[in-house]
């Protein structure tokens, strides 16, 4: 009966690498990931409006549930609620000048468009009417978008 050669079944062939040698390669495939920009500038700058969003909506919480005089008295709330909802303004004014290079990035300004229109429309949930609307702010950032996919296939 021929004997089985059992000593060390776990050990690694000579042609393959150490561990050592493959943590090395880990780390420096995880460094170059790590340093490349963003795919699309338009996901940051949606992701920093989502926390703005948040802030506003966590602070709007608070006030719901704890009442003003928790927070400080009417006034100071007040202020705070409005530097939040500034904040959150402002970065809706960057995502909607950010142009997408990537599809994904299209897709996701026009889900955040939807979103933000329907954010804005009337209580009822229609649009908004009147000459200063949300489409005025919308409709360039879109056109852009648009401008950058055709532009970017034809180069």
Not at 83 to 104: C, F, H, Q
Request: glycine share 8%.
């Amino acid at each position: 009966m021929p004997s089985l050669k059992l000593s060390n079944p776990f050990r690694r062939g000579t042609d393959r690498p150490s561990l050592k040698e493959r943590a090395a390669t880990l780390r420096a495939t995880a460094s170059r990931a790590m340093s490349r920009k963003p795919a699309d500038p338009v996901f940051p700058v949606i992701a920093r409006y989502q926390a703005a969003r948040d802030a506003w909506d966590a602070y709007s919480d608070r006030i719901r549930d704890e009442g003003w005089d928790a927070l400080g008295g009417i006034v100071l709330a007040s202020e705070v609620e409005g530097r939040l909802g500034n904040a959150w303004s402002d970065i809706s004014a960057k995502v909607l000048g950010t142009v997408p290079t990537t599809e994904a990035g299209r897709l996701a300004l026009a889900a955040f468009v939807e979103t933000w229109v329907a954010d804005h429309g009337n209580a009822d949930g229609s649009p908004q009417d009147g000459s200063e609307t949300v489409f005025a702010e919308v409709y360039p950032a879109l056109l852009k978008a648009l401008r950058a996919s055709v532009n970017g296939k034809a180069a």
